[in-house]
C-alpha cells in the first residue's frame, strides 16, 4: 500500500538553528500538507502546497517556516531559527485531489528544540 | 469561527462493551467530516469521510454517522486491539485545511 514516507523521525536541535523535515509524499499525489502537533494537542494545520506553490497557509506560519518541493519526490518543510515552542511532532500528508479528498499521513518527525 | 469538539475526552471500555464517540462542529459550509485513529507516536490513519446528513459508514467493528451538527463514532463488541486515539476532522468547502478535534483516548481492556 502507498505511504508518505517522512525523515528524519526524531531530531533534536539548539534553539536558533536551521532545521529541514523532509517528505516523499504518495507517488501520483498532487496536494502536500503539513501539519504539526504539539505534545498533547491538537493536530493544527500549518501549510498546503500545490502546483509548486502555496495555496492555503495558517497564523503559525510565519516568516520562520518554508516549504519547497525541490525535485519531483521531496516535499520539505525548513524552520529557519528554531524556538523552543516550535517541538512538535509535524506530519506531511498528502491527497490525490483537493476536496473532499483523504488526506494520507506520514509516519511524523519529532522535533525537539533545546 | 470553525470549530471541533470531540467528547469524550478519554473512555474505557470493557472487551463486547459498545459505545459511541461525539464530534460537535460549527463550520460554514461543511464539505466533508473525517475520522482518523491515531496510534501512539505514528500519523493518522483514515478511517470514513461523511459528506451530508444522514449519510453512514461501516467498517467492521466501527459505523460513523453525520447529522447537520455532529457525527458519532459507533463502536461495537470492541477488542483491546481498537484500542487509539480517535480524531475528528472537518473540511470547509472552498479551502484545503482541515481542523481538526482533540481526540477521544480509547482504552479497551481484555
Known amino acids: 500500500e502507498p505511504e508518505v514516507t517522512q525523515t528524519p523521525s526524531h531530531q533534536v536541535t539548539q534553539m536558533g538553528q536551521e532545521v529541514i523535515l523532509r517528505c516523499v509524499p504518495i507517488?501520483?499525489?498532487?496536494?502536500f500538507y503539513w501539519y504539526r502537533q504539539i505534545l498533547g494537542q491538537k493536530v493544527e494545520f500549518l501549510v498546503s502546497?500545490?502546483?509548486?506553490?502555496?495555496?492555503?497557509k495558517s497564523e503559525i506560519f510565519d516568516d520562520q517556516f518554508s516549504v519547497e518541493r525541490p525535485d519531483g519526490s521531496n516535499f520539505t518543510l525548513k524552520i529557519r531559527s528554531t524556538k523552543l515552542e516550535d517541538s512538535a511532532m509535524y506530519f506531511c500528508?498528502?491527497?490525490?485531489?483537493?476536496?473532499?479528498?483523504?488526506?494520507?499521513f506520514g509516519a511524523g518527525s519529532r522535533l525537539t528544540v533545546l | 469561527e470553525d470549530q471541533v469538539t470531540q467528547s469524550p475526552e478519554a473512555l474505557r471500555l470493557q472487551e463486547g462493551e459498545s459505545s459511541s464517540l461525539n464530534c460537535s462542529y460549527t463550520v460554514s459550509g461543511l464539505r466533508g467530516l473525517f475520522w482518523y485513529r491515531q496510534d501512539p507516536g505514528k500519523g493518522p490513519e483514515f478511517l470514513f469521510t461523511?459528506?451530508?446528513a444522514g449519510e453512514e459508514k461501516e467498517k467492521e467493528r466501527l459505523k460513523a454517522t453525520l447529522t447537520k451538527k455532529e457525527s458519532f463514532l459507533h463502536i461495537t463488541a470492541p477488542k483491546p486491539e481498537d484500542s487509539a486515539t480517535y480524531l475528528c476532522a472537518v473540511q470547509r468547502a472552498n479551502f484545503n485545511k482541515f481542523y481538526f478535534g482533540s481526540g477521544t483516548k480509547l482504552n479497551v481492556k481484555p
Open positions: 461523511l459528506y451530508s
Open positions: 502546497f500545490y502546483n509548486n506553490e502555496i495555496s492555503e
Open positions: 507517488s501520483n499525489h498532487l496536494y
Open positions: 500528508a498528502s491527497s490525490a485531489s483537493v476536496g473532499a479528498n483523504v488526506l494520507t
